[in-house]
């Protein structure tokens, strides 16, 4: 209904992991049926109920990871939200990465840098604005929550948390959340606003600063084939006529002092271990 690929992002875990645990709640659609009909051994379905009255700053997406969460038993927890795919040419490096930082318990996490596909699977987007890298590994030996679905926190004692010392996993997210169709979108964005205490605008691809697109010229997930074909049927085009926001001047000069200095202006939820 939402136009996630969450069958496609789970299928790209599957052969990193000795099991996959998918939390899902009630839906409209045949959200559960589709991860049955996947019919994989390490495949664990846990089925939760939502707190509809949660609605502050999304923080019931974090009550969901969690859950998920906390039902991982291996030494790392891979974590992957519904539009996020693994890309099999970087299996290798994860799993390398994992038996590196293993016995080095001052690595909590690994960090993946991120391709966030945007309008068709021929561009992508780069801007302070969208974070470029994050924890996406965990280690199970942690106390460590998620305040919303995107992050983590590690709890230093039981009133004070802090982001996850973290080392470079040599591996990419490719999220192709902003490629579902239009209609799709709108929808989502709706259906959303509600956890997050607000009444959001539809989205509009074309509504888009031009100078943070990049033309990708990768390869995509082989899993992702199918989905795209399916997905992507026209060319994006960004709106000539677009008024930059304050926002967007602000992230121009960011990458614009990036260029000169060298340097990632994005906020990160980690701490990188060098």
Not at 125 to 135: L, N
Not at 140 to 146: F, H, P
Not at 251 to 270: N, P, Q, S, V, W
């Amino acid at each position: 209904m939402l136009g996630y690929p969450f069958v496609e992002s789970i299928s790209s875990a599957l052969p990193l992991c000795d099991e996959f645990i998918v939390n899902v709640g009630d839906s409209e659609d045949d959200t559960l049926n589709m991860v049955k009909q996947m019919q994989s051994p390490k495949i664990r379905i846990i089925q939760s109920q939502w707190n509809e009255r949660m609605t502050t700053k999304g923080y019931v997406y974090g009550q969901q990871k969690s859950i998920a969460h906390f039902n991982c038993s291996g030494d790392w927890a891979l974590y992957l939200e519904g539009d996020e795919v693994l890309h099999e040419d970087d299996l290798p490096r994860v799993r390398a990465s994992m038996e590196k930082y293993l016995s080095n318990g001052r690595v909590e996490a690994l960090v993946f840098d991120y391709i966030h596909l945007y309008g068709d699977h021929l561009t992508y987007v780069s801007s302070p604005a969208w974070y470029r890298k994050e924890v996406r590994v965990i280690r199970n030996t942690v106390r460590a929550y998620s305040p919303d679905g995107l992050y983590f926190v590690v709890l230093t004692s039981n009133k004070r948390g802090r982001y996850p010392y973290a080392a470079p996993s040599g591996a990419r997210i490719y999220h192709y959340g902003y490629v579902r169709k239009q209609e799709q979108m709108t929808e989502k964005v709706r259906r959303v606003g509600k956890y997050w205490g607000s009444s959001p605008d539809p989205k509009d691809y074309s509504k888009i600063d031009p100078y943070i697109l990049r033309e990708f010229r990768g390869s995509h997930p082989s899993v992702m084939q199918e989905w795209l074909a399916r997905n992507v049927t026209s060319v994006f085009k960004a709106d000539p006529d677009y008024k930059l926001t304050l926002r967007d001047k602000k992230h121009r000069l960011a990458m614009r002092i990036e260029g000169l200095l060298g340097i990632d202006t994005t906020h990160k939820h980690f701490r990188l271990v060098t």
